[in-house]
């Protein structure tokens, strides 16, 4: 089973980012059981498919997989799972790169994934590592947490993303910053 909290989480990251971003293949990073990268799917046929990825992907994640699957036939053979580590995937620059509550630094290292290629972004952050995860003296000014999650926002628009910060309703989840980026191409880039 999937706790109700985390269907409602997943879904409002995917609706919020499909309203956004449209086409390309989804990578689903630091996964758990995939259900975003079904989600995205749902919300946005013209994706050809998805790729749900983690170190430890749950046993119950291919009854869930089934069971979106027979609701929705349409999702038959577009979503792979990949018991791989997020270092190891090939990011490609028409890619929509998602993560819903990737703990601490994995945030950072699926948001760098994304940048490398120019790739589409979007994450919601969760379970901030305050020894890891720099505040650049922002603390004095705002909790520590959202200190941590402006630095990566600053960060992605320092990259040449075009940024979009929104909040999820609390009712939702308490851990709602949800940071979406897209590069914006310069004059004369290809």
């Known amino acids: 089973t999937l706790p109700r909290k985390e269907l409602y989480e997943t879904w409002e ?3 919020r980012v499909r309203r956004r971003y449209r086409g390309g293949r989804v990578l689903d990073l630091a996964c758990g059981h995939g259900l975003l990268a079904h989600i995205m799917l749902i919300l946005d046929d013209s994706s050809e498919m998805a790729i749900a990825v983690d170190k430890n992907i749950p046993a119950n994640a291919e009854n869930l997989s089934n069971t979106l699957i027979s ?3 349409r999702l038959q053979n577009r979503i792979i799972y990949k018991n791989i580590s997020i270092e190891e ?7 929509i790169v998602v993560s819903a509550h990737a703990c601490g630094t994995l945030t950072d290292l699926i948001i760098a994934k994304a940048t490398a290629q120019l790739a589409r972004v979007a994450v919601l952050p969760c379970c901030h590592d305050l020894r890891q995860s720099p505040t650049c003296g922002l603390a004095g000014w705002m909790e520590k947490t959202l200190a941590v999650d402006t630095i990566r926002a600053v960060e992605l628009r320092a990259k040449g993303y075009k940024i979009i910060a929104q909040n999820i309703p609390d009712e939702i989840t308490p851990k709602n910053r949800l940071l979406m980026g897209e590069y914006e191409k310069k004059l004369g880039e290809r």
């Open 71 to 73: 609701a929705w036939p």
């Open 89 to 95: 995937v090939d990011v490609r620059p028409d890619d």
């Open 13 to 15: 990251v995917a609706k």
